[in-house]
């Protein structure tokens, strides 16, 4: 008697112990080594591939599966909902795509910075779109306005929880740390953007110490 299977999933052969395909009898693969009535159970006995019509590149997640249960840990390329329905398809209907079934590798530290730089830009368009609101162009005849905006912190605190839980580390910036300058250059940056809208302004953003309280000054010239 044969104590291993031969599999041809999609065209491509794996050989599979027959002892990790009884641990789930009731599945798809699990009846090939238990059903003895069935067609395939007499090929695998006679040591004859068995053809399964599957994606051969989710099939190794498959047999991972048989062999040590959840989680699943699968690579960052993997779409899930399409392994979801082959692990349907092979009647393993007891895992979902919850994190606590299948995980993916942690992010690298490039994935990391590209994922920050995203959530920084999307507060600082949100913190420019914000300030504008609250700041005057210089009316005609005159070349610029300062206005100061108090609350420099609690001003990123609630763009940050609008921008959502990605962005918990930004809202952990001082508003007298470096950081917030890098941000406050991000948002002058998109600022300027917007004021290309309106006409032919220059503004500047400053943090400004008043008292307790740690401020944003800005200056509008027209150009």
């Not at 997640?61 to 959840?70: N, Q």
Request: proline content about 5%; overall charge neutral; some cysteine.
């Amino acid at each position: 008697m044969t104590s291993f299977v031969r599999l041809n999933v999609g065209g491509r052969e794996f050989s599979v112990a027959i002892s990790t395909l009884s641990r789930h009898p009731d599945t798809l693969l699990g009846q090939l080594v238990t059903n003895e009535s069935a067609a395939e159970y007499q090929l695998i006995q006679r040591g004859q591939p068995v053809f399964i019509d599957a994606d051969p590149s989710l099939f190794p997640y498959v047999i991972d599966y048989y062999r040590h249960g959840t989680p699943l840990f699968i690579d960052g390329n993997t779409d899930t909902r399409r392994l979801m329905r082959e692990m349907r398809y092979f009647g393993l209907d007891d895992i979902s795509d919850s994190e606590s079934d299948v995980q993916r590798p942690p992010p690298s530290e490039k994935q990391r910075a590209s994922r920050m730089d995203e959530v920084m830009r999307r507060v600082a368009v949100k913190m420019a779109r914000t300030l504008l609101l609250w700041v005057d162009l210089p009316p005609a005849g005159s070349k610029y306005t300062n206005t100061e905006i108090s609350g420099l912190k609690s001003l990123l605190d609630s763009i940050c929880d609008w921008v959502g839980p990605e962005a918990a580390e930004i809202k952990r910036f001082s508003s007298s740390g470096d950081k917030i300058l890098m941000l406050l250059g991000e948002v002058r940056n998109e600022m300027q953007i917007l004021l290309q809208e309106s006409g032919p302004f220059f503004c500047r953003l400053e943090r400004a110490q008043r008292g307790g309280s740690t401020n944003v000054a800005i200056t509008i010239n027209r150009i």
